[in-house]
């Protein structure tokens, strides 16, 4: 290879890793406009929580804890893992939800896209937080519950809607951590 070649890739690797990190500097920002376009998604997906799943009502318990970290970068880390499982569970068997399929598929389509932003964001910074693996541990529990107890409901519509609601407080959760850290 000649060096003008090499000046090329040389040129093509700044400028990918600048514009990478201009993306991550207003990871934030997009953070919540991220979980505000989710959270609509949520509702555009389906009606109002049905009453005859009211009495299946299921606490899970979201481990806040995982997100008490006051450093952006874990808190970037511990997002990106709770995508991921989002994005796992709502991939997976969904026959019997009565969902708009379109605005399923925006919701898998933007968490997919946010984890690929938060993974070139948060890369180097994983080590750190997942050192102890006590959160990873916690939330990989957390969403285990949840995808039990939609097998063991049989993927019901009302397993699915238990799901979707829990998921709206997740996403809740990690939107008013995130509003703190911004303050």
Sequence with gaps: MNTFGLIQIGLIMLCTTTISSLQCNH????????????????????????QQCLREK???????????PRQKETVTVAIEEIFQ?????FSKNLTLAAWD???????????DQQIEQLEACVITKQIHYFRSKVNRLK????????????????HNMCSWEI??????RCLQFIDKVIRKLNN
């Design 85 to 89: 499982h989002i994005f796992y569970i």
């Design 27 to 50: 990871l934030p920002l997009q953070q919540r406009k991220v979980i505000e376009n989710s959270l609509q998604l949520l509702d555009k997906m389906g009606e109002k929580f049905p």
């Design 163 to 168: 799901s979707r609601a829990e998921m709206r």
């Design 139 to 154: 939330l990989k529990k957390y969403f285990q519950k949840i995808d039990s107890f939609l097998k063991d409901q049989q």
């Design 101 to 111: 399929q379109t605005a399923l598929e925006q919701f898998q389509n933007l968490l």
């Design 58 to 68: 299921v606490s899970f318990r979201f481990p806040g804890q995982v997100l008490k």
